[in-house]
């Protein structure tokens, strides 16, 4: 009789990676994508100057990003990270490499996913936030100032309080890394939508130490425990006539722009005030020239007030280096300091803080309400 050939069972089946394989992976990922950037970001300025590259940060990142995943992962590779690690990612279900429509679909929803978010979700929020003003305008004028606030209007009036949280994704980014400190599967959202885990390609001894990263995942949840519990705290204790005053607030007591701003007078209420300064002059904003005259009832210049290619203007700032901004290379147009003390030109400076809120030279922390134009 024949000698039976070895039944598949026999192979070798290789196990998943640990956490710890996956976020160094990660990390030599993010590494080689930043050197990526970085020479890309050197070409755009080279090409279209410095203000150009500044401005399309955002869109030279989702490009690099794109790029390098397509170069690997895309046509079936490893990637860099993958390679270091000795791991390859397969399909959860069946174990095997995944075909071209997942990883198509994991591509598309890491990168080009938060990228559209990024850029819907501060029109979505402007939309939301006129329209909840406005129905609260609209229920103080009908039932008055010692009116008892409905069930519906107390919803409206917390949903506007907390608008950027509830739009925001990021809670949902943090609940998928919590899991992945348990489970060690899954550390991009990505991947857990398409089913793609990773396995090692290498036998691992059992001698060898595979540690998780639970304790990690641990501390996330107190945290989001402690934030969620804090923000109960917060809005339980809030009573009917905190409701009638803050709608009454909203009407008389603070600026309502019409594109759906509010800019509070309180000076610890930054949110709207940062909606204001984040969303009325970029493109995702919207903002445009004429609105911001119907707006602020004041005509919008085409040049900029204070340019220092005369040299009669602000005789006081010495020097041909430092009459120029250190982003666009050009003279100073309307000349704006950072807390820091560095001078530079008003868009230009705005354009980076919104990008990354840093000063450029020294990186110190830099917030776009707190540069203040010079005047004189």
Same mark, same amino acid.
């Given at each position: $009789?024949?000698?039976?050939? @070895?039944?598949?069972?026999?192979?070798?089946?290789?196990?998943?990676?640990? *956490?710890?394989?996956?976020?160094?992976?990660?990390?030599?990922?993010?590494?080689?994508?930043?050197?990526?950037?970085?020479?890309?970001? +050197?070409?755009?300025? !080279?090409?279209?100057?410095? #203000?150009?590259?500044?401005?399309?940060?955002?869109?030279?990142?989702?490009?690099?990003?794109?790029?390098?995943?397509?170069?690997?992962?895309? /046509?079936?590779?490893?990637?860099?990270?993958?390679?270091?690690?000795?791991?390859?990612?397969?399909?959860?279900?069946?174990? #095997?490499?995944?075909?071209?429509?997942?990883?198509?679909?994991? /591509?598309?929803?890491?990168?080009?996913?938060?990228?559209?978010?990024?850029?819907?979700?501060? /029109?979505?929020?402007?939309?939301?936030?006129? !329209?909840?003003?406005?129905?609260?305008?609209?229920?103080?004028?009908?039932?008055?100032?010692?009116?008892? @606030?409905?069930?519906?209007?107390?919803?409206?009036?917390?949903?506007?309080?907390?608008?950027?949280?509830?739009?925001? @994704?990021?809670?949902?980014?943090?609940? *998928?890394?919590?899991?992945?400190?348990?489970?060690?599967?899954?550390?991009?959202?990505?991947?857990?939508?398409?089913?793609?885990?990773?396995?090692?390609?290498?036998?691992?001894?059992? *001698?060898?130490?595979?540690?998780?990263?639970?304790?990690? =995942?641990?501390?996330?949840?107190?945290? %989001?425990?402690?934030?969620?519990?804090?923000?109960?705290?917060?809005?339980?204790? +809030?009573?009917?006539?905190?409701?009638?005053?803050?709608?009454?607030?909203?009407? =008389?007591?603070?600026?309502?722009?019409?594109?759906?701003?509010?800019?509070?007078?309180?000076?610890?209420?930054?949110?709207?005030?940062?909606?204001?300064?984040?969303?009325?002059?970029?493109?995702? =904003?919207?903002?445009?020239?004429?609105?911001?005259?119907? /707006?602020?009832?004041?005509?919008?210049?085409?040049?900029?007030?204070?340019?220092?290619?005369?040299?009669?203007? %602000?005789?006081?700032?010495?020097? #041909?280096?430092?009459?120029?901004?250190?982003?666009?290379?050009?003279?100073?147009?309307?000349?704006?300091?950072?807390?820091?003390?560095?001078?530079?030109?008003?868009?230009?400076?705005?354009?980076?803080?919104?990008?990354?809120?840093?000063?450029?030279?020294? #990186?110190? $922390?830099?917030?776009?309400?707190?540069?203040?134009?010079?005047?004189?």
């Amino acid at each position: $009789m024949a000698e039976s050939s @070895p039944t598949p069972s026999a192979s070798y089946n290789y196990p998943f990676a640990a *956490s710890p394989d996956i976020i160094r992976s990660n990390q030599k990922d993010a590494y080689f994508q930043g050197v990526l950037l970085e020479q890309l970001s +050197s070409v755009l300025r !080279k090409l279209y100057g410095a #203000r150009f590259a500044h401005t399309y940060t955002s869109e030279a990142r989702t490009f690099t990003e794109l790029l390098y995943l397509g170069l690997t992962t895309g /046509i079936g590779n490893r990637t860099l990270g993958e390679e270091y690690c000795d791991i390859v990612q397969v399909e959860d279900d069946t174990l #095997r490499l995944p075909p071209i429509s997942r990883r198509a679909g994991y /591509i598309l929803t890491t990168i080009l996913l938060p990228y559209s978010l990024n850029r819907i979700l501060p /029109i979505l929020r402007r939309r939301v936030r006129a !329209k909840l003003e406005a129905n609260q305008r609209k229920a103080l004028r009908k039932g008055g100032a010692g009116a008892k @606030p409905t069930t519906s209007t107390r919803l409206q009036a917390y949903i506007l309080a907390n608008l950027d949280t509830i739009t925001s @994704p990021s809670p949902l980014y943090a609940v *998928s890394l919590a899991v992945f400190y348990f489970t060690g599967a899954y550390y991009h959202l990505g991947k857990r939508l398409w089913g793609l885990r990773y396995i090692f390609t290498r036998r691992v001894e059992e *001698s060898e130490q595979r540690v998780g990263y639970e304790v990690l =995942g641990v501390l996330l949840v107190l945290q %989001m425990a402690v934030q969620s519990w804090l923000h109960i705290q917060t809005t339980l204790p +809030s009573s009917n006539t905190q409701t009638i005053a803050n709608a009454g607030a909203l009407a =008389g007591g603070s600026a309502v722009l019409d594109h759906g701003v509010e800019v509070s007078l309180d000076p610890n209420a930054y949110s709207s005030n940062n909606a204001l300064l984040f969303e009325s002059g970029g493109a995702a =904003g919207g903002g445009s020239k004429d609105n911001l005259e119907k /707006i602020t009832h004041t005509p919008a210049i085409t040049e900029p007030r204070y340019n220092l290619k005369d040299d009669e203007t %602000m005789q006081w700032i010495n020097g #041909r280096q430092q009459r120029k901004c250190t982003l666009c290379l050009e003279e100073l147009k309307d000349p704006s300091v950072t807390t820091c003390g560095h001078v530079f030109c008003w868009t230009c400076i705005g354009d980076w803080c919104r990008e990354k809120p840093e000063c450029p030279l020294c #990186r110190q $922390m830099s917030l776009v309400q707190h540069i203040l134009p010079l005047r004189g």
